[in-house]
């Protein structure tokens, strides 16, 4: 079901508005005051280590106590099995992987074992954790820090997968993912972290498997999520000097995903662009273009059109790293194209 987002404000109120990082301090913040089982471990993530890398657990070990928020070694293994140790004796571990490629080190852990407990126990373990890690081009990290893998855990039964754009739904998604009973791979944007949105009402939640409807249009949908929501939205000039009138939907949870807003809006509108930052190849948007094409085949004014990165990976050269992920001018010609 959709969810838009709207924060009313009382007449003549100044919005209050919060970035990514700061946002997501609250929201785990305000779960562990609510919840003393909700602890965290990660590399650095301690104040006498500056509260992470980017500082989204900045303070939280001084209120809570070294004994809810661990620094721990460098070890991604470590910090998994840790993470789902906990978690199965009552536990509700907030584990961070510092970056999304170092995933890559700690998948034993998180597909044969967190993904696969609640199946193997035949439901009578769950395995309640968050999985927090960064990723995004912008800032010449290089192919080894940069990388969009959400599809590999898409495709992982067990697993759910978030993506917010903005800061309210970051808090939301995150209050909804510390109290999910699944593991849930919650997916932060670097270069996303420092943008303002306007600020979350304390203990606002977005359900996980609901999109937003950001804004409402007649000829063709567009889907996207994370960071490159943005970038669709700046498209919008650009899309209505054209004369088109754009639907955009902001999936928020990549897994699972709302098949009924994106169906709906689809058969409105008979015309989709699929968005991501990820590798274009073998991408989630393959995933809901098959669905759409399938479920909405005979109603369809175009095929469906993906719009992704190369088959490579981050280029290190800014240059190349811009021109890697698609960006605004990119998104509006893909729709003038679609739209025909």
């Known amino acids: 079901m959709s969810d838009a987002?709207?924060?009313?404000?009382?007449?003549?109120?100044?919005?209050?508005?919060?970035?990514?990082?700061?946002?997501?301090?609250?929201?785990?913040?305000?779960?562990?005051?609510?919840?003393?089982?909700?602890?965290?471990?990660?590399?650095?993530?301690a104040d006498p280590e500056e509260g992470g890398v980017c500082g989204v657990t900045k303070g939280l070990?001084?209120?809570?106590?070294?004994?809810?928020?661990?620094?721990?070694?460098?070890?991604?293994?470590?910090?998994m099995g840790a993470a789902i140790g906990a978690s199965l004796v009552g536990y509700k571990p907030?584990?961070?992987?510092?970056?999304?490629?170092?995933?890559?080190?700690?998948?034993?852990?998180?597909?044969?074992?967190?993904?696969?407990?609640?199946?193997?126990?035949?439901?009578?373990?769950?395995?309640?954790?968050?999985?927090?890690t960064m990723t995004g081009v912008g800032f010449s990290t290089g192919g080894q820090h940069s990388d969009y893998l959400e599809a590999w855990f898409a495709h992982v039964a067990g697993m759910k997968v978030v993506a917010p754009s903005n800061s309210c739904d970051a808090y939301g998604l995150m209050r909804a993912a510390i109290d999910d009973p699944d593991p849930v791979l919650f997916i932060e944007n670097l270069p996303g972290y420092y943008a303002p949105h306007p600020a979350p009402e304390p203990g606002h939640v977005v359900p996980l498997g609901n999109a937003?409807?950001?804004?409402?249009?007649?000829?063709?949908?567009?889907?996207?999520?994370?960071?490159?929501?943005?970038?669709?939205?700046?498209?919008?000039?650009?899309?209505?000097?054209?004369?088109?009138?754009?639907?955009?939907?902001?999936?928020?949870?990549?897994?699972?995903?709302?098949?009924?807003?994106?169906?709906?809006?689809?058969?409105?509108?008979?015309?989709?662009?699929?968005?991501?930052?990820?590798?274009?190849?073998?991408?989630?948007?393959?995933?809901?273009?098959?669905?759409?094409?399938?479920?909405?085949?005979?109603?369809?004014?175009?095929?469906?059109?993906?719009l992704g990165a190369p088959y490579a990976p981050v280029p290190f050269s800014k240059p190349l790293e811009m021109a890697f992920a698609p960006d605004a001018k990119r998104i509006a010609e893909a729709v003038v194209s679609l739209a025909g």
């Open 5 to 45: 987002i709207t924060t009313e404000q009382p007449a003549g109120a100044k919005l209050k508005l919060v970035n990514m990082i700061q946002a997501l301090n609250s929201a785990i913040a305000d779960a562990m005051e609510a919840d003393d089982k909700v602890i965290i471990l990660g590399e650095d993530l």
């Open 61 to 79: 070990s001084t209120r809570f106590g070294n004994k809810r928020v661990r620094s721990t070694p460098i070890s991604e293994q470590a910090i």
């Open 94 to 132: 907030i584990a961070e992987i510092m970056l999304m490629n170092f995933t890559t080190v700690a998948m034993d852990m998180i597909v044969n074992h967190a993904a696969k407990l609640r199946f193997m126990s035949g439901g009578q373990t769950h395995v309640p954790i968050v999985i927090r």
């Open 212 to 306: 937003a409807v950001v804004k409402e249009g007649s000829d063709v949908t567009v889907i996207s999520y994370a960071r490159i929501m943005n970038d669709v939205i700046a498209a919008v000039k650009d899309i209505e000097a054209a004369g088109i009138s754009a639907e955009l939907i902001d999936l928020r949870t990549i897994s699972p995903w709302d098949r009924d807003t994106v169906l709906a809006s689809v058969a409105k509108t008979g015309r989709c662009l699929i968005v991501h930052e990820a590798v274009t190849q073998f991408g989630v948007g393959a995933e809901i273009a098959a669905v759409i094409s399938s479920e909405l085949f005979g109603k369809l004014k175009a095929p469906v059109m993906r």
